[in-house]
């Protein structure tokens, strides 16, 4: 029998992996594509820890708490913030090959963080050389490793989680895997939305497999749309990091002017949300597709060093950042709520685990704090190996469950994923409103129930798609106010009754 099944092969996949290795137990690892395709790979800024001379876990917490806008649960912050800077460390000595300045790590600041606190690797190059690490160590262990394998179903018996089942992306052969303890490492769903900042192996697919077994999913609404993605014809939804504006970079519109100043006092350091739906303000404002971020100002041999990939892919688009401003415009990019876990990572469903992005701890609360989700994961992941045998421990933050029964109504138009991405981007994006999010969960709904018993790699990704899209939406409708990165036009303030959780369950 194996110990763990782990689904999911980024730095939550590959580090819980790592961790339950060193306690000589027997492991699978299962991912639907090459190891190295995840969202990890794509992470520029870093890791946030309380590492600084004048730096304290206390002021990571009051920080995270003032980003999570009145929902991040306390409980689930100290535990971030208090045991992040020993888990860093661990991954310090793992051989992931952090930047330094005169010996020490190289600490940077990003967006509503109030101390220097990121660390970063290879300028912006953070989430490649922890993934690369991670897949050496992994490789010089006993996990058996199982790429080109997606998951397409948690298996149940008597309520409990017992296993897997698989689907070979390259022969179609179908097959079960078995284990005490399962853990969704997935990652997130950038897919769900027309202009993301993700891989396209981001569809939701361990949210929708641990709904799908009964476990709660929350904060779903809060999906986090990152300001600045680059906006050049024919380049892709690349992320431009908050580090740029951490270093010192300028938002500009089409006429030069920083609109942000007017906006928060922080600037473009504001919180995420605040810089997002400001951009997305101005844009609308400007009639321009785009604004512009500047860093023409700054030292060209700071930019080119904390910047390489950056600077390689706008240079490859015929750009030299050195010299023009960057065309920069929002982009889906983080998926800050998630299945339920308590504060050892397990779920609702006895013996199902989940870590990261996959996961909703408590910590981001309505907006996740830059490069908290990487410690996450971190922490989260040592604690799942850690954690006894037991039920999900009882909730530390107000909630409320709410079951979705829905019935389709007849519709005629046909399922894309194109489809699917236009009709989020318009009516679940960044501001929304009751009649958009109501004609989209209709038609959702309708797609959903339309699909055939899905057979492919695509078309199971389809079916896991709809289901996160749904619940995503449906949260959106059913929370009457606009908190952190849930923005809705016929309900501007935040309002006291809403401070609390929605846990959805199938009905």
């Known amino acids: 029998m194996n110990d763990y099944i782990i689904v999911g092969s980024g730095i939550a996949g590959l580090y819980t992996a790592q961790l339950a290795a060193q306690h000589n137990l027997k492991i699978v690892l299962v991912t639907k594509e090459a190891v190295e395709e995840c969202n990890t790979r794509y992470a520029q800024g870093g890791i946030a820890a309380a590492i600084g001379e004048h730096d304290s876990p206390e002021l990571h917490i009051e920080d995270t708490l003032v980003a999570g806008a009145g929902i991040s649960d306390p409980a689930a912050v100290r535990v971030l913030c208090e045991e992040g800077p020993a888990r860093v460390h661990e991954l310090i000595n793992l051989g992931v090959p952090f930047d330094t300045h005169d010996g020490a790590i190289a600490l940077t600041r990003e967006a509503a963080h109030s101390e220097r606190r990121i660390l970063h690797a290879g300028g912006d190059a953070t989430g490649a050389a922890i993934e690369t690490t991670l897949a050496g160590v992994v490789a010089n262990t006993n996990v058996d490793v199982r790429a080109w394998t997606l998951a397409t179903e948690i298996m149940l018996e008597n309520g409990q989680a017992v296993g897997v089942r698989t689907l070979d992306a390259r022969t179609g052969e179908r097959g079960e895997v078995r ?25 939701g697919d361990g949210v929708a497999l641990a709904y799908r077994a009964g476990a709660g999913v929350s904060n779903m609404e809060f999906f986090q749309f ?5 906006r050049l014809a024919g380049a892709p939804g690349f992320l431009i990091s908050e580090a740029v504006r951490g270093e010192g970079g300028f938002l500009r519109n089409v006429a030069g002017e920083r609109f942000m100043l007017k906006l928060h006092p922080d600037a473009e350091l504001a919180p995420r949300d605040v810089v997002a739906r400001g951009i997305a303000a101005e844009m609308v404002s400007t009639d321009a597709d785009h604004v512009y971020l500047d860093v023409t100002h700054l030292p060209a041999d700071l930019v080119l060093l904390r910047f390489p990939t950056i600077a390689k892919v706008c240079r490859s688009h015929g750009l030299d950042i050195t010299k023009e401003p960057i065309p920069v415009a929002p982009a889906a990019h983080y998926m800050t709520g998630g299945v339920v876990t308590d504060l050892h990572g397990r779920t609702s469903v006895p013996n199902l685990f989940a870590v990261g992005e996959v996961s909703m701890t408590g910590v981001h609360g309505a907006n996740r704090l830059a490069s908290n ?9 040592k604690r799942v190996i850690e954690a006894p045998d037991g039920p999900i421990e009882a909730p530390t933050f107000p909630q409320t469950t709410q079951a979705i029964t829905m019935a389709a109504e007849a519709d005629d138009t046909p399922f894309s994923r194109a489809a699917l991405q236009r009709l989020m981007w318009r009516n679940v994006g960044i501001v929304r409103e009751a009649d958009g999010l109501g004609s ?31 619940l995503l939406t449906y949260a959106a409708l059913l929370r009457e106010e606009s908190r952190g990165a849930h923005a809705r036009r016929d309900f501007t303030e935040t309002r006291e009754v809403w401070q609390r959780y929605l846990v959805l369950k199938q009905g």
């Open 226 to 230: 990152h300001p600045t993605a680059l």
């Open 373 to 381: 989700s990487l410690l996450e994961v971190l922490v989260w992941a």
């Open 440 to 470: 989209a969960l209709r038609q959702l709904v309708a797609w959903r129930d339309a699909q055939a018993e899905p057979a492919t790699v695509r078309e199971y990704e389809d079916a896991n798609l709809l289901v996160t899209a749904t």
């Open 179 to 203: 284990a005490k303890r399962i853990v969704l490492a997935t990652g997130g769903a950038g897919q769900l939305f027309q202009a993301t900042t993700n891989p396209t192996v981001a569809t």
